[in-house]
């Protein structure tokens, strides 16, 4: 009897050897897998060149990481279209990028994140990230009165993503939101200061001054690239706040979180990708980002 129970006891031993071998074989496996899933790129869209304004600030922020970027300049911009074409044209982009075997998405796209966030993080598995919770946060720790300012396309401003994601944040806060519909194409033709461009951001900041804000959110990544102008036609006691810098850092926290952080390093790779003229994306681009957009590649939609 006791024979057979130190057989059963060895016998016992001898599969939690084997499991915990097994165990280990799978660690080892899990630990490649994360370290192959640290090595992989961050994925970042936008309707068009606008996006580059916050991956401007993720590279700053994460040098060491690699980035593929997609504007969708052919169907640019998508503030005016209705909420299941923004939905429908989101998804189309999260889909390509998750072909390129990304570890995490940004949509750095105000309208894509207002309309069709919740709809891309059902359906993919890789964690995502938009601009409105970031740049709503920036907006309420800004402001000393608790007065403002949200300008952004048609379809972020009907949402009101924004006016929700402060007052979650600040209940008492005064929003006042102003859709401004021609400034996405001023910026995507370069024209950020001429005085068109004065002319029309002056009409739209124009109640929004006279309300008494103290802070102005920029709701549309466009809308950096006109941040001179806006300054110019509010004056210097009114704050300006846009979500690139606040989402670069939910970014690097999320990667952290996850143990998806690559560190820093040398150099690393930037790809671009758009849906019509890569010579103009270019050469556009580069007055977001500087000479890091040598070159884009053109994909059929």
Known sequence: MANRKRRVIATDDF????????????????????????????GVFDSGIGGLTVLKELIALLPGEDFVYLGD??????????????????????????????????????????????????????PVIGVIEPGAAAAAAASRSGKIGVIGTEATIASGAYTRAIQKLRPRAEIYTRACPLLVPLVEEGWTDNDVAERTVAY????????????????????????????????????????????????????????????????????????????RFVRVGRRFLGPEVESAVRIER
């Open 15 to 42: 599969a939690a050897r084997k499991t915990a071998a097994k165990l280990a074989r799978g660690d080892g496996r899990l630990a490649r897998q994360s370290a192959d899933a640290r090595l992989r790129p961050i």
């Open 73 to 126: 300049t052919a169907r640019l911009p998508y503030g005016s279209k209705s909420n299941e074409v923004i939905v429908r044209y989101s998804r189309e982009n999260t889909e390509f990028l998750l072909a390129k075997g990304i570890k995490m998405l940004v949509v750095a796209c105000n309208t894509s994140s207002a309309v069709a966030l919740e709809e891309i993080a059902r359906g993919t598995m890789a």
């Open 204 to 279: 739209y900041l124009e109640s929004l001054k006279a309300s008494g804000i103290d802070t102005l959110l920029l709701g549309c990544t466009h809308y950096p690239l006109l941040r001179t102008m806006f300054a110019r036609v509010l004056g210097p006691r009114v704050k300006i706040v846009d979500s690139a810098t606040a989402t670069a850092t939910a970014v690097r926290a999320r990667l952290k979180a996850l143990g998806l952080d690559r560190g820093r390093g040398g150099a690393r790779s930037r790809s671009f990708f758009v849906t019509e003229t890569p010579d």
